[in-house]
């Protein structure tokens, strides 16, 4: 848009970057070649992506040209100093919850507290069967109490499941109602912001938080708060026990839980750190990937795929490198917490021996003191993972809810305001000083007066930069000026109601934008609730009717995202059509016919012709071609922010050197129109009013067509012939046959139609870093090996207690209490080692995406017409995750796989028919873990979150349109849609 440009490599937050050579070439030659239309914003929007993602690398010392070099060490270690992440408290997560919602909660809360604190009187029956076991009663007895014991555990078991089941239930499904009534109201104040600040917002940034981090928030709120409450409950419970029975050993076991709590804490600041870190890291490669994908016509006529993947490859690397260090501070913390854990056994047993020799205590209330807290320690291990996701969802929600809260200044969605009962369509900018926001320090106008009266039409001409679009920007009130007012109907538009305003503006922007749609509900935007005939009848008026009846689906064609299947003529008569239908008072055409080939132009031209002539309306025409407003009411010449002449065509040129005589210095006024008859003869017949030779060049100079990085070439058509009668052409036919071709294969992305990815593809990944996965699959094996050995030695601890010989005794508890201590340290490398399990995550990740984005990148235009860049943003943010996860699940299954062939062998060896029992039961858990998997499995909501996605990319990328259509509640329907298909999913899945 007009003044709201500018040359030269300055990135979007002003500082001053340089480019390596060949991209700053690229981008100048590319604005020389567009500099002589107003459509050279879209390439200095790319451009600024260029330079705006070169500079951070850069600032941070990342070569990104190519070139030998880097940052200063200085500014290195200024960038590893971030300032803390802001959050947002816990409770303000819950700000949308209802009282259905807090009805739940509280009975989460309840269950919560009931499952978590139930668990630690286990030990009470533990300890009370092994020292019924270990009398020396008559054993019919102690049959008898044991199985009074068994019941009571079974009845425990009973509450525990249900406890634990009933939490999950009343967390999760406040917590997916939260999620889909934040993801709305974030998507509802994204698109109420102005355009102001858009300018200064990537629609990259704006699609990784409502996919990512609404779900962080969802996570937070969910079934990990009731894990951390369970967890507290556990410890009060444990802990209680325990004191009850015996202060003393309590205390003593308890004496470590200070390094315990250290190690927590380091963990939680940490991670808050490295959360934050990865976050904003993610947020850019999101954004790259967003504008890079959706102008990947321009990014590949200007072959800028490698140093826009280079640019990517940094925020990756840096996404990494955080990812990294946060799964580092997480194992090593686990790891000591784990050693720690361990290592309090050997307390307990040291101890414990020592009050049964002095007969303080005897076995069994020993082992009941030791169970409890044993069972309250295991706690600390659940909070660890609730508070780290209840840190990451705070973190989230920071960034989420100021957007939520922020009023923007210009309000589309505010009820205030005049609402004229008629307009009649003068309009005046008085005094107006203007520049636009994210640019202060250039100025588009100054002291600029302009006068339109009601039905009038008026044409801006001038160089480009001038501000002539800008005229529209104010007009429809995207801007409010600095300075000065501007008036409709005498009325400033600030005291007008901003609905009822852009109610009566038509807008034919330069750019048409279509919506992944129907032509017959591209059309209906314009218009709520616009009928099958008022559609037909704006089609006809805009010369659309003929060519849209050709097509096999007629007007339910789908035009596909930004209308890639319809020619460059085509889009535009859609949109004139959508602009008719409004039948607004005030009609604004923003080059409309700039950015079309000259014979594409000449239909559309013809268009608006006929438009201007059926009726009387306040209309004002952006214009190039000075043979295109020759006719108009009044000229106005715009130079250097102001209008310096203003007349009609004949008052203005007969000046003498004035502005406008200069301009039709540089332009062939041919008093003919050039048009084909049908049967190849080319005619010439006169001007129309507001039409224009088909080959007459623009202000500046000839025009230069950007048809080229909007349209693949098979889909572009040529010229319609015999002027409004509209006959289809082959390249017609074929791109409707694409478009039919695309629909079918869209079908054949189901991910149950896909093949199976070959799993050495997956491995060639991981294959540099093959000594890490060595390292992280031997401490899995010698974690999951070390837990019947923990078995062992707490069945020989209980052995002791009931030793006759007292000496003996002390004796082997020291030497139990060593191996409990040499365990401990076993264990606590086996946790630490998986460290290396998340370096090759991190980096499986890292690479899986710069692969996707690479090959994206590459792909011919075909391709990204049948899946649309929001759809291909989502798969880079969320499957490339997933993928690394069920990558990183090797550990895990070998960790599993260890323990269970351990534990077995264990088992056979001391007791055959024990082992057998056990093996027995093992179908019921291993059934219900597949049963789990399976149920969560089925959310499958992997395709609305890509349709939602591909919405959410759509409305953002072309907020214009919809701030001009008032489209914002439409816009955000469709995403709430899926959000309730989602959570009626979800909300059954509390397991």
Not at 172 to 189: C, F, G, H, S, T
Not at 455 to 462: I, P, S
């Amino acid at each position: 848009m007009d003044g709201n440009t500018e040359s030269g490599t300055r990135g979007t937050n002003g500082a001053t970057v340089t480019l390596s050579k060949d991209v700053t070439l690229i981008a100048e030659e590319s604005k020389m070649e567009f500099q002589d239309t107003d459509s050279s914003s879209q390439v200095d929007i790319h451009v600024e992506m260029v330079q705006s993602y070169t500079e951070k690398p850069r600032e941070e010392g990342i070569d990104v040209s190519g070139e030998n070099g880097g940052g200063d060490p200085e500014d290195e270690k200024a960038v590893d100093a971030p300032e803390p992440p802001k959050t947002k408290s816990l409770l303000e997560l819950y700000r949308f919850a209802d009282f259905q919602d807090k009805i739940m909660l509280f009975l989460g809360l309840f269950f919560s507290a009931v499952a978590g604190g139930a668990q630690p009187t286990v030990a009470l029956f533990i300890g009370r069967m092994i020292d019924t076991l270990q009398s020396e009663e008559d054993m019919e007895e102690a049959k008898e109490e044991v199985g009074l014991l068994a019941i009571g555990l079974t009845f425990l078991g009973v509450v525990l499941f249900a406890g634990f089941y009933l939490k999950n239930i009343s967390f999760n499904i406040p917590a997916v109602r939260q999620y889909a009534k934040i993801k709305a109201r974030y998507l509802e104040a994204v698109l109420r912001q102005d355009i102001t600040w858009f300018d200064d917002t990537s629609p990259g940034k704006l699609q990784s938080r409502i996919t990512g981090d609404t779900l962080l928030i969802q996570s937070a709120v969910g079934s990990k708060v009731g894990d951390a409450v369970a967890a507290v409950c556990q410890i009060i419970s444990g802990f209680t026990i325990a004191f009850s029975i015996s202060w003393k050993l309590a205390l003593v076991v308890l004496s470590i839980m200070p390094f315990m709590a250290v190690a927590m804490g380091a963990f939680v600041m940490m991670m808050g750190r490295y959360t934050d870190k990865a976050s904003q890291a993610n947020s850019n490669t999101s954004s790259i990937s967003q504008q890079a994908l959706s102008s990947i016509r321009t990014v590949s006529a200007l072959t800028l795929q490698k140093h826009i993947s280079t640019l990517f490859e940094a925020e990756a690397i840096k996404r990494q490198e955080a990812e990294i260090a946060g799964n580092k501070s997480l194992m090593l913390s686990i790891g000591v917490f784990i050693g720690l854990i361990n290592a309090s056994y050997a307390l307990a047993t040291w101890y414990g021996a020592q009050l049964v020799y002095d007969d303080e205590l005897n076995g069994g209330e020993v082992l009941t003191v030791f169970w409890a807290i044993l069972f309250g320690g295991m706690a600390f291990s659940q909070i660890g993972p609730a508070m780290e996701a209840v840190m990451k969802g705070k973190i989230a929600a920071y960034e989420v809810f100021e957007l939520i809260d922020r009023v923007p200044p210009i309000d589309s969605s505010s009820e205030e305001g005049l609402k004229p009962v008629r307009c009649m369509g003068e309009v005046e900018l008085r005094a107006v000083h203007f520049h636009y926001p994210s640019r202060p320090e250039v100025p588009v106008f100054n002291n600029y007066n302009l006068h339109v009266a009601a039905g009038q039409t008026v044409a801006l001409v001038g160089e480009s930069g001038g501000g002539k679009s800008t005229v529209i920007g104010l007009i429809e009130r995207f801007y409010d000026p600095v300075q000065g007012k501007v008036l409709l109907d005498g009325v400033d538009l600030q005291v007008l109601n901003l609905q009822w305003l852009r109610a009566q503006i038509g807008l034919v922007a330069q750019e048409p934008v279509l919506f992944a749609a129907s032509i017959l509900e591209n059309v209906q935007y314009g218009k709520v609730g616009a009928t099958q005939a008022e559609v037909e009848e704006a089609a006809k008026m805009a010369n659309a009717h003929e060519f849209v009846s050709k097509f096999p689906d007629g007007y339910e064609t789908q035009v596909g995202e930004r209308g890639v299947q319809l020619s460059g003529g085509q889009k535009q008569r859609i949109a004139i059509a959508r602009a008719v239908i409004r039948d607004p008072r005030i009609l604004l055409l923003d080059e409309a016919t700039s950015a079309l080939d000259s014979e594409s132009e000449q239909v559309v031209q013809a268009a608006l012709d006929h438009l201007l002539q059926m009726k009387r309306r306040t209309t004002i025409v952006v214009a190039h071609r000075l043979s295109t407003i020759k006719d108009a009411d009044s000229i106005a010449v715009i130079y250097d922010g102001r209008i310096v002449e203003q007349g009609t065509h004949n008052e203005l040129a007969g000046m003498v050197d004035g502005y406008y005589t200069n301009l039709l210095a540089l332009q062939d006024l041919s008093a003919t129109t050039v048009v084909a008859d049908g049967s190849g003869v080319i005619a010439a017949q006169p001007a129309t009013a507001f039409g224009s030779p088909p080959g007459s060049p623009m202000v500046g100079g000839p025009k230069k067509s950007a048809e080229f990085s909007r349209l693949p070439v098979h889909f572009a058509s040529p010229p319609d012939k015999q002027g409004a009668n509209l006959e289809p052409d082959p390249d017609d036919v074929l791109a409707v046959n694409l478009a039919t071709a695309d629909a079918k294969q869209l079908k054949k992305l189901d991910p149950k139609s896909l093949p199976e990815v070959d799993p050495g593809r997956l491995r060639a990944l991981v294959a540099p870093d093959w000594w890490l996965m060595l390292i992280g699959l031997f401490g899995a094996v010698v974690g999951g090996a070390s837990s019947p050995f923990l078995a062992v030695l707490l069945g020989l601890m209980v052995d002791i207690f009931y030793e006759t010989d007292r000496a003996s005794m002390k004796n082997d508890a020291n030497t139990y209490a060593l191996l409990f201590v040499v365990l401990a340290v076993v264990v606590a490398l086996a946790q630490i080692s998986q460290h290396a399990m998340g370096i090759v995550g991190a980096r499986f990740t890292s690479r899986l995406g710069r692969l996707f984005f690479e090959r994206a990148m590459h792909q011919d235009v075909a391709f990204h017409d049948t899946l649309s860049p929001g759809i291909l943003n989502a798969q880079l943010a969320h499957d490339t995750t997933i993928v690394s996860q069920a990558q990183g699940a090797a550990s895990t299954r070998v960790r599993v796989v260890a323990t269970f062939v351990s534990v077995g062998v264990t088992m056979l060896y001391f007791s055959w028919k024990m082992a057998l029992v056990s093996i027995a039961t093992m179908p019921v858990l291993i059934g219900g873990g597949l049963l789990q998997s399976a149920m969560w499995k089925k959310q499958a909501t992997d395709a609305a979150e890509e349709v939602e996605a591909q919405v959410v990319a759509e409305a953002v990328g072309a907020m214009r349109t919809v701030s001009a259509l008032q489209l914002q509640a439409d816009a955000s329907h469709a995403p709430a849609q899926t959000m309730v298909f989602t959570t009626c999913q979800e909300a059954c899945l509390p397991l």
